[in-house]
T-cell receptor, first 109, second 115 residues
Framework: GENVEQHPSTLSVQEGDSAVIKCTYSDSASNYFPWYKQELGKRPQLIIDIRSNVGEKKDQRIAVTLNKTAKHFSLHITETQPEDSAVYFCAAPESKLSFGAGTTVTVRA | DTAVSQTPKYLVTQMGNDKSIKCEQNLGHDTMYWYKQDSKKFLKIMFSYNNKELIINETVPNRFSPKSPDKAHLNLHINSLELGDSAVYFC??????????????FGPGTRLLVL
């Protein structure tokens, strides 16, 4: 989305290492930040989301952190496994839900 | 028991033809969407309907016309197909009216190839 910037566009990590994807947004009123995972040939699916009343949320090996002052939020994947290989999208709501351009994560065995 | 379903899954057609894609959700959601995902994987919203009413209409050529016969269905009709229409089209739904703050449930996608 034009108002949601996502970096990096590609990320290759060794199995077992961590992966971090960062998104920045422009609308300071945004208060909901989801992350979607899209495996090859499949549909995007929500993996984790965070609302602006918390700074961090964790679900097993996945965590999301939010910095409202700096207007950025990040996805952290620890102990990466081959099945984590996918395209990951962040999103931030404005008048509509704007998606980042996606990060292709490849986990090397 | 598929939550959001789309038909067809694949669509190969000639330039200039007219085609439709159908979408149905059985989640009882109030809001449905159409997204276009191009070859670079960029996901862009095209339309959004809430309880059969159009609420988002992005800058999309008027060759694209959505139709929502009821809140469980949102179809997409495309007239005079062009090469640039080739993409994957995803239907999605979410629970309520504040859709921008809710989980989006995507359909499996329709892979459209215009020759």
């Amino acid at each position: 989305g034009e108002n949601v910037e996502q970096h990096p566009s590609t990320l290759s990590v060794q199995e077992g290492d961590s992966a971090v994807i960062k998104c920045t947004y422009s609308d300071s009123a945004s208060n909901y930040f989801p992350w979607y995972k899209q495996e090859l040939g499949k549909r995007p699916q929500l993996i984790i989301d965070i609302r602006s009343n918390v700074g961090e949320k964790k679900d097993q090996r996945i965590a999301v952190t939010l910095n409202k002052t700096a207007k950025h939020f990040s996805l952290h994947i620890t102990e990466t496994q081959p099945e984590d290989s996918a395209v990951y999208f962040c999103a931030a709501p404005e008048s509509k839900l704007s998606f980042g351009a996606g990060t292709t994560v490849t986990v090397r065995a | 028991d598929t939550a959001v379903s789309q038909t067809p899954k694949y669509l190969v057609t000639q330039m200039g033809n007219d085609k439709s894609i159908k979408c149905e959700q059985n989640l009882g959601h109030d809001t449905m969407y159409w997204y276009k995902q191009d070859s670079k994987k960029f996901l862009k919203i095209m339309f959004s309907y809430n309880n059969k009413e159009l609420i988002i209409n992005e800058t999309v050529p008027n060759r694209f016309s959505p139709k929502s016969p009821d809140k469980a269905h949102l179809n997409l009709h495309i007239n005079s197909l062009e090469l640039g229409d080739s993409a994957v089209y995803f239907c999605a739904s979410s629970q309520g009216e504040l859709a921008v703050q809710e989980t989006q449930y995507f359909g499996p996608g329709t892979r459209l190839l215009v020759l």
